[in-house]
């Protein structure tokens, strides 16, 4: 605690113990708390930072922020940090409080603030086959009771299994389809206040996952079949329909694929089960079955298909008529991965897998 | 050669659209806008002149149709720097790297067109051939596209309408960026109709690639490439094009 009024006043005092420069940072609480009062600094080795809190509240003498301490506060805490050096600091501390009526002084010392607990994010983590991102390594300040990024002080980064996931400086590469703990190593003050927060290691982890396009979805609400009409393709002319849908990768686990991948598709025919004597198929990529040709799903993973028919052999007497059927099998190409579907092209409708 | 023309003027009207289904008449103003716009530093390194040109379309938000012939398997790197400039000249310049390309003076106001010079005047070019009414009712835009390609592919390969019963059928997959949209154009050429589709949702810039040597089908026309393998394309699905997002382009070969 600091404390000034007409009789007390109070000094605090960083120091710098490190061998190297770093910005020291002494804030001063009152209100209950609620209001602050910070002076920055940066400290070469051995260097001091004060604040006589008195001097301060007397002379209104602005802060870093242009804010000062209203003259009628008297008392309040304080905290020092060390900008520069989050999970192990380099300043060391005093505090003099005097007291003018009886003449004399007391010292004090703030308790030390340590780090308790720590977080791999984001956990789960996952990644489809081929792409990479960041890792975050936090612990738990229980000075303000918030979760600090300690990702900078975090070394020796590494998964169970590097063939699955590749985490190198936070990074990790998802390598190919499988889950692993990712896991970091950090050196923190844990808050043992007792023994004066000694220096321990933490290790953050989390669960990695490498996705790898495994099946395909319909995006709820999404798909929708026109009514069977007439319509003309190129020289064919006939009755079909259209269904549009929206898919969702999903990963081995039946899990989205949240990232952009490439995809197209290819269309054959099943021996045997041509009842629309379909002729060709219109596919993905400009030839038919060929790819890929730049086409790629959005960041959520999602993509458009446009599933048509238009055939002569659907259209009878002047009336569009539900005559025929035909059985394919498509297989799309996902970021390498192939996924197999079937498809049943009928007058009035298109099933993709039965549905 | 280029033809150093003032692109605020470009561009003539193309094809009529029917009322109701007309493009905002903003679109073209918002162009020359763009087109003019002050730039005070600016650079393009590319792996090709037609990367460059994406790139300068992405990042300057013009909608674009490019015809291009391909350089047969040649890496010509783009590489350019500009100091107060304007975007116009940044296309310029870009353009006049390309011997034999110009910035097209025809088609409709709202799309920057780069092409072979030589091909304006080209009945075998099927970007200038008039396809008549094309009517798009609640059509995702690669779909109407596709559908274009095999219109126009009764005009590159005349053929008698289907005698044997039977149809044609398809899957065409396309990014989230894609829209259903609803337009008629009568009597518009591919290039008119290119240009709608392009500006009507999220597909922005519309490529016909050649191959490096010209042939052409026995009907006259030249046949089109894909962007993304050097394999020739069969006269029964020519032509052939693309739409594309503003963006990294993936895949181009």
């Known amino acids: 605690m600091w404390h000034v009024d007409g009789s007390h006043n109070s000094l605090i005092t960083a120091g710098n113990g490190g061998s190297n420069a770093t910005h020291a940072a002494v804030t001063l609480f009152y209100n209950r708390g609620k209001s602050s009062y910070t002076i920055e600094k940066q400290l070469e080795p051995g260097e001091q930072i004060w604040a006589d809190v008195g001097d301060i509240i007397r002379n209104q003498i602005?802060?870093?922020?242009?804010?000062?301490?209203?003259?009628?506060?008297?008392?309040?805490?304080?905290?020092?940090?060390?900008?520069?050096?989050?999970?192990?600091?380099?300043?060391?501390?005093?505090?003099?409080?005097?007291?003018?009526t009886w003449g004399h002084g007391y010292y004090g010392c703030a308790g030390c603030c340590g780090y308790e607990g720590q977080q791999m994010l984001p956990n789960p983590f996952s990644g489809g086959v081929g792409t990479q991102g960041n890792n975050t390594a936090e612990s738990e300040d229980m000075c303000s009771n918030s979760w600090v990024d300690v990702t900078a002080e975090t070394y020796d980064w590494a998964t169970t299994n590097s063939d699955i996931v590749n985490l190198a400086n936070a990074v990790s590469h998802f390598m190919s389809g499988g889950t692993v703990t990712g896991s970091g190593q950090v050196q923190l003050q844990r808050q043992l206040a007792r023994e004066e927060c000694p220096v321990e290691g933490f290790e953050p982890q989390n669960t990695q996952t490498a996705q790898v396009p495994t099946s395909l979805s319909i995006v709820s609400g999404t798909d929708s079949t026109s009514p069977e009409a007439k319509c003309s393709a190129g020289s064919v002319s006939g009755c079909g329909v259209t269904r549009t849908l929206v898919y969702q990768v999903l990963d081995q686990s039946g899990v989205p694929i949240n990232s952009s991948m490439s995809f197209y598709d290819t269309i054959t025919n099943v021996s045997g089960k041509n009842g629309c004597n379909l002729t060709g198929y219109t596919t993905t990529c400009s030839p038919q079955n060929s790819g890929p040709c730049g086409k790629s799903t959005g960041a959520t993973g999602q993509f458009q298909d446009s599933l048509s028919i238009c055939d002569s052999l659907c259209y009878s007497g002047s009336k569009c008529t539900t005559g025929c059927s035909t059985a394919a099998t498509q297989t799309?190409?996902?970021?390498?991965s192939q996924i197999t579907m079937s498809l049943s092209y009928q007058c009035n409708k298109v099933l993709v897998n039965g549905n | 050669m280029l033809r150093r023309l003032s692109l605020a003027a470009i561009l003539l009207l193309g094809g009529r659209e029917i009322a109701g289904s007309r493009q905002q008449p903003s679109t073209a103003r918002t162009l020359q806008g763009s087109l003019a716009s002050p730039v005070g530093s600016y650079s393009v390194d590319a792996d090709s002149t037609l990367v460059a040109l994406i790139k300068v379309a992405t990042d300057f938000k013009l909608p674009m149709g490019i015809e291009w012939i391909k350089r047969g398997g040649v890496v010509v790197r783009y590489n350019h720097s500009w100091q107060v400039t304007t975007v116009s000249t940044i296309i310029q310049d870009i353009v006049a790297s390309l011997p034999g390309y110009e910035v097209d003076s025809t088609g409709t106001r709202s799309v920057l067109h780069v092409r072979p010079s030589a091909f304006q005047v080209d009945n075998g070019d099927i970007v200038n051939a008039h396809v008549g009414l094309f009517q798009v009712k609640n059509e995702l835009v690669e779909v109407a596209s596709r559908r274009l390609q095999r219109l126009a592919g009764t005009i590159v390969?005349?053929?008698?309408?289907?005698?044997?019963?039977?149809?044609?059928?398809?899957?065409?997959?396309?990014g989230v960026d894609d829209q259903k949209v609803t337009f008629t154009i009568e009597d518009g050429t591919v290039r008119d109709i290119l240009d709608r589709l392009c500006l009507a949702a999220g597909l922005?810039?519309?490529?016909?690639?050649?191959?490096?040597?010209?042939?052409?089908?026995?009907?006259?026309?030249?046949?089109?490439?894909?962007?993304?393998?050097?394999?020739?394309?069969?006269?029964?699905?020519?032509?052939?094009?693309?739409?594309?997002?503003?963006g990294t382009p993936r895949d181009l070969k």
């Open chain 1, 62 to 100: 602005p802060d870093k922020n242009g804010k000062t301490i209203p003259r009628e506060v008297t008392m309040g805490s304080y905290e020092l940090r060390d900008l520069d050096h989050i999970g192990v600091g380099y300043l060391y501390e005093g505090k003099l409080v005097i007291d003018k």
């Open chain 1, 332 to 336: 799309w190409y996902i970021n390498g």
């Open chain 2, 157 to 174: 390969m005349p053929r008698e309408a289907s005698q044997s019963p039977g149809g044609v059928a398809g899957s065409v997959g396309t």
């Open chain 2, 204 to 246: 922005k810039i519309w490529i016909v690639a050649y191959p490096a040597v010209a042939t052409r089908t026995p009907a006259g026309f030249l046949r089109t490439a894909s962007l993304y393998n050097d394999l020739p394309i069969e006269d029964r699905w020519q032509p052939t094009w693309n739409l594309l997002p503003w």
